[in-house]
């Protein structure tokens, strides 16, 4: 492992222990084998004044909630070390007390709560502590052939045996460093869970980390008698990932997003053939329980039945290991291994997903490593039960608040690089949705984010409307709700005069390519969650004008496939609607030239043009958003075939 300590940089740091702390927590936050998504802490012990000149004896710990690759000074929490060195010496205390106690301990009421390990790194006589996950250590501490090495490979180390964190984890440390089995040490190996260093500088005890994590690896390579298995990805199989989805979604109880890893690795590790059973011995480090369940599931080819199978599987574990104060969780799995596609990790939200495929990467190349040095030996149902019910963990969780009214759903919004369909497709995320945003401008790229997808397609082309569904599919794992907004207007034009190629491209983009985004949409919508399609018509369609025949058309035609779609549709739960709205002004393609020319042809002024409906309001492409949302979201879902119109009121149309 690389040694990432600058001189340079450390020395403009010089003198201020907490800036220097702040300095090597980012260097240990930067390397994922060492710490995943908030894993980890460290701590530094200072001297500060108190209001009243006095000097305070204070612990510098890793707050929770916050990240090492980020943490900030004001991500450490002060507390005092005269109150956890007497906390630390009771017989007893249970975890909430611990909380509590540690609350009342900070310097500044302000401050995030301190890690669960702030007594651990307390009862460490040294100025500067570093804790790590790291994976290599735990394939060694796991497994026989590792575990036969370690006292040898780490005669400066003490090794302990595995204790739930919290209050027993810090006793456990207190009574070694009180029966001198810490003096001479570089630091603690920590059976199942990872390793402390300790130094009286910041650059020695991150130095012993990388040393000892180096070192770790090395023996590994020396001892492993097989390597990970390496694959190639294969073609995606894009119903059954958006079979698997919903559900996933229904045993979760809410939609789900997918992030699929197939790269070599995760490809490779699901073509094992001993898969199913080390991939569910157990996870790699006890905290990842929380985030993970205990297991995966696996799945190979039937997985509607696999994915039942591994819910009664959890409810069982859950009556193994609970007593009365528990209530059972969701009984989805967090993660799959599918055989020779590789690994699915579901999220409520991209986040979550996202730092689900992390830790399950990491737990599939580490069991492989253990499984190389005689067999992966995780941490028992029992104790990682523990911790995945552990109440002040439970509680974390449930404090989530309410969820966004279209959470973990998925969204294409056709014309989103601008205007109406760029507003659509912001107010969809806005609302939880994940979004892939097609447009045949090629600034849609930059609508790619965490929780978006921008595609340039030529919505003319069959074979881009193909690929653009199953891309949404690949990245995000389904395809619930369509917003088919994108269209082409010709104006000033009698029929006449009319040019047949026009007539025929209009007809394209604002018909037959909706039709066809549905013809390859709707399998997947069928096995989507609270599917629904929304057609952007036209005022047009009601009252129509001399001089736009193609556009009126089209959008008559789409009217009327929107009505035909909802009959065939319904069956499956898939709802169509349509809206009509009247021209919106505040669009690029509204110029103040355009503007004022439209005005005068009728007469006006351009407010009295821009408000010419019943009720004299300006139809904005905010209020399209809205309503776009509102009838692909809960509040319309027994409503379908209907046709909404978005325009201040026509008396043509009333
Ligand atoms: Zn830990």
Known sequence: ?????????????????????????????????????????????????????????????????????????????????????????????????????????????????????????????????????????????????????LQQTFPDFLILPYVMPGFDLAKQFDNAVK?????????????????????????????????AVTKAEELISELRTSDRVISVAKSVDHLALAKIRKKVSDLRGTAVTVKMDNTPEAVGYSERSDIADIATRGTLTPDHSIRTKRIPAVINGKAEEQLDAYAESYRQYFAENSTDEHTILDQAPRWAVWKEQGILSFGATRKEASQISDIAHHTANSIQDAESLGGWQPLSSKELFDIEYWELEQRKLKKGGSKPMLQGQIAIVTGAAAGIGRKCAEDLMSHGALVVGIDISPSIESFTGPNSLGLVCDIGKEDQLKSVVEKTVETFGGLDLIICNAGIFTAGEYVEDLDSNKWDLTLRINLTANQLLVKYAAPYLKEGIEPAVLFVGSRNVGAPGPGAAAYSVSKAGLTQLARVLAMELAPSGVRVNVIHPDAVFDTDLWTPEALARSAERYGMTVEQYKTR?????????????????ALVGPLFNKTTGAQIPVDGGNDRII
């Open 179 to 211: 029966s001198a089995q810490l003096d001479g040490k570089k630091g603690v190996i920590l059976s199942g869970h990872g390793i402390f260093t300790f130094a009286e500088n910041a650059k020695d005890s991150y130095d012993r980390m990388i040393d």
């Open 1 to 149: 492992m690389k040694n990432l300590w600058s001189d340079k940089e450390a020395a403009a740091l010089e003198g201020d222990d907490l800036a220097l702390r702040v300095y090597t927590s980012r260097l240990l936050g930067q390397e994922p084998s060492l710490v995943l998504h908030g894993g980890g802490n460290t701590s530094v012990k200072s001297t500060v004044k108190d209001i009243f000149g006095n000097d305070v004896e204070t612990l510098f710990i890793k707050g929770s909630g916050w990240d090492l690759k980020t943490i900030e000074k004001e991500g450490f929490s002060p507390v005092r070390m005269d109150a956890c060195l007497k906390l630390s010496a009771l017989e007893t205390l249970n975890d909430f007390e611990m909380v509590k106690q540690l609350r009342v301990a900070l310097l500044d009421p302000a401050a995030p709560n301190g890690s669960i390990e702030t007594l651990v790194h307390a009862s460490i006589p040294y100025k500067f502590v570093d804790h790590t996950h790291a994976d290599s250590v735990v394939v060694l501490t796991n497994s026989p052939e590792g575990k036969a090495k």
């Open 613 to 629: 409906n019943l009720l004299s309001t300006e139809i904005k492409s905010t209020d399209i958003a809205e309503m776009c949302t």
